[in-house]
């Protein structure tokens, strides 16, 4: 209602408006303020919302969200260990579908094969969100696909810039990372019990530690311009916005059918020669893009055509990370 | 000590032993009293175990496990919730490898599909244990099948009993089920982070409720004799032994080729009709036992061949349960 009102709102209004007590107007302002909007309190006319910018908190992002359905229940937290740790643990009590996490700081970010994931306050998207899907287990691995594609769709629709993907879960802009996605399941044999999806966006670091130099990047860093600064929240509502629509797609066919061709418009490397890391032995071949499940279609130079699962493998190009 | 001691045992030798003060081993005698051990203590003699039977606690189980590593780690429990979710817990919180939970009562014992497994008091062994292996998720599934031939192999040592396996997951005396095995896992896509096997060994119940008459039933109710009890530290250790041995079996080859042989010996319905219940279609056909990677053969009226696989279906015999 501050957002939409074009001068002072009474807290009459707010009172009448929501069944509550002055006294609990007062307490929603004050932790508004609390939150960082700048709320200017007059007597007799009302409170007036000074700075309309998105603020990076439970109502900046709640209030931001355009989705259909994710993220209805959001978490927002200045730090915590992982999101998709703190997903897990919301997932065993009982929360429902589409829970979001967002943190502002992760303090033990994880990335794929227990590797860290830097994650330092204000400087990227760190969320994660809950499913629970009635789909088999071994379909699940289409997800960190389908996540992919959707945050392709969602930098690209907030910065403009042109996002690839790195199959299966990193996605790349000029040839460095700028995000990882980490997919989770608990299972039993049967059935999928819950599926957490990680989403880790670099938006404005400007120096990344030596060793992550050569393949990390950031948002802020790809547009160059030093004032150029991303808006988080309406990051993180095209990302969810565009996840939905990718997720309907696949839920359709139960795979990546209706996908594969955007999917392999964004793919990197689709042609090129790639080195494929496996655990008993590594080669290299020529990328041919995806399957419909997902798999990588590698083809070596005596012909052989290979279906790389992301779970035996890292993908690189042939002279370099991407 | 106590066990292998033919006469009384000192306080002092126990004292030299342990490097520990009288008063410790007095408070360790205390203990093992609360757990049901009758212990005799005379002064200027020491202590005398009268009864040597094993008792279903902490050290009368841990004192029996003759394994090489599952259940070094042994958690026993009066109660709770359901062991596949402590061990789970556990497993977040660090556990090693090869902990084993064993509860004399859950609260809310889990089956297959979030259905839910009477497990009272007393009644049978509701255990779980934890592993961390390394192997692709897609192989987890094998487990449950190495599992149902180990508790099957556990069963025949300790009653006699002619223990049949019902694909994937139960094991059957009569045509009716003894045993539910519940395997679960939490994963990335890549990496299994840690399985928990559980097993649910219905050991002394005389009578079922109205709704699993048709085809539950007990050890003691299969062995008919009304004093025959069967002696579940024993059955815990047997079934254990005979575990280690199929997983390495399982191990060496990453499938089920090594214990395919004694798989199909064990598993009922072979060479005869069974129903199989989709998600989508029902239908019949004749079981020819399993593949390497544990789907179960299906022969068609039309000759058509079909590899089941557990995530899709109930297999049963044409005339009923099994």
Redesign the interface.
């Known amino acids: 209602m501050l957002t939409e009102a074009q001068d002072y709102l009474s807290g009459q209004t707010l009172c009448d408006y929501f069944h509550v007590s002055r006294t609990a107007v007062w307490k929603a302002i004050r932790q508004l303020q609390e939150e960082g909007y700048e709320i200017e309190a007059v007597r007799n006319r009302g409170y007036r919302l000074i700075r309309k910018d998105d603020i990076y908190s439970q109502t900046g992002i709640a209030s931001a969200l355009k989705t259909k359905w994710l993220g209805h229940n959001l978490v927002f937290m200045e730090a915590t260990d992982s999101s998709n740790n703190q997903v ?1 643990r919301l997932a ?1 009590q009982g929360a429902a579908e589409g829970t979001v996490v967002v943190a502002d700081r992760q303090d033990a970010g994880k990335g ?3 590797r860290s994931w830097l994650s330092a306050e204000g400087s990227g998207v760190w969320m994660s969100f809950l499913l629970r899907p009635q789909f ?3 379909r ?2 289409m997800l ?1 696909l389908v996540t992919a594609l959707a945050v392709a769709d969602g930098i690209c629709e907030t910065t403009g810039l042109d996002c690839g993907i790195k199959w ?2 990193d996605l790349v802009v000029g040839g460095k990372k700028v995000c990882g996605i ?10 999928i ?1 819950y599926v957490v999806v990680g989403i880790g966006i670099n938006v404005g670091m400007r120096k990344f530690p030596e060793e992550l130099r050569e393949t990390a990047t950031s948002l802020e860093l790809c547009l160059g311009e030093p004032e150029e600064s991303v808006n988080r929240v309406k990051l993180i509502d095209a990302v969810l916005r565009h996840w939905e629509e990718r997720y309907d797609a696949f839920l359709q066919k139960m795979d990546l059918s209706l996908l594969q061709d955007d999917y392999q418009r964004k793919l990197v490397n689709v042609e090129n020669q790639v080195r494929v890391l496996g655990y008993s032995e590594d080669y290299v071949g020529i990328s041919h893009g995806i399957t419909p499940t997902g798999e990588l279609i590698v083809e070596l130079n005596d012909g052989e055509v290979r279906k790389v699962t ?3 493998v890292s993908v690189r190009g042939v002279y370099g990370y991407v």
């Open positions: 897990r065993e794929r094969r227990g088999q287990p071994e699940a691995s960190t299966p879960n980490l997919t989770e399941m608990s299972s039993d044999m049967d059935t019990q992301s779970g035996e």
